[in-house]
């Protein structure tokens, strides 16, 4: 099988101890290349640290995270963040927009960081997410929606293999949610990028092939969403409470 992320016995926890709490134990996923997946869970069932290990941006107490052919767990914090910055795209829930940069420079900062001064690739993708008009707008001048779509191109301007999201839709209304899903639903069929995203909201997860349940620490079920909210939300209830 062709995979994206594959995970082997990850444990993580957070604390002395004595007062420790295991956030993730003993937790085996995958994700295949080109799909769009979504993780649900509970509000504190570690989905976020989940998807931060996966980043990187966290390190595990123990196991294997394995991307494409790297074994990142074992990479120190600057292979980590090269390796990140390489292939790797992250859309927040708070978006992390520079206040004091524009649209575009928003998202050029993931190429300037590798000292890459093309501003073809960043205007390509906001013409695409329907910001051409918002190209030298700072984000205090953009709604909600708008920010989110630049977290979004700044993500991809590297064009990454990988784009993990982290409840994206958490700051925006039903129909600016409801237009992001279907938007990144889009570029995973246009770009071939994988997409893996957190979320609690049955409607929001639809939008993706597969979604995947945390409970107590591991990955409990995983079920196709067919692309009905309400199977979504009977499935997804069923795992919480069996």
């Not at 927040?92 to 524009?102: K, S, V, Y």
């Not at 590798?114 to 051409?132: I, M, Q, T, W």
């Amino acid at each position: 099988m062709n995979l994206a992320i594959e995970i082997k016995g990850l444990r993580k926890g957070f604390g002395a101890e004595g007062n420790r709490i295991e956030v993730i134990k003993n937790l085996d996923f995958s994700l295949k290349n080109g799909s769009f997946e979504i993780i649900m869970g509970q509000s504190g069932s570690g989905k976020s640290t989940l998807l931060h290990l996966m980043a990187g941006l966290l390190s595990p107490d123990e196991g294997e995270i394995i991307i494409g052919n790297n074994e990142i767990s074992k990479h120190n914090d600057e292979k980590k963040t090269i390796f990140r910055r390489k292939n790797i795209g992250l859309i927040f829930q708070d978006f992390n927009l520079i206040p004091t940069l524009t649209a575009e420079e928003n998202v050029m900062l993931p190429l300037l960081l590798d000292r890459k001064n093309d501003n073809k690739k960043a205007k390509e993708l906001l013409e695409l997410l329907g910001l051409r008009d918002r190209v030298h707008h700072l984000p205090s001048q953009l709604s909600g929606g708008e920010r989110q779509r630049i977290a979004i191109a700044r993500a991809l301007v590297t064009n990454p293999a990988i784009v993990l999201a982290d409840e994206p839709t958490g700051n925006l209304d039903s129909p600016a949610a409801h237009e992001l899903c279907t938007l990144l639903k889009k570029l995973n069929k246009e770009t071939g990028c994988s997409i893996l995203m957190v979320s609690h909201d049955p409607v929001v997860s639809a939008a993706a092939s597969k979604v995947h349940v945390l409970k107590d620490g591991i990955i409990a079920t995983a079920f196709a969403t067919e692309d009905n909210p309400h199977i979504v939300s009977e499935r997804y209830l069923a795992a919480i409470e069996g």
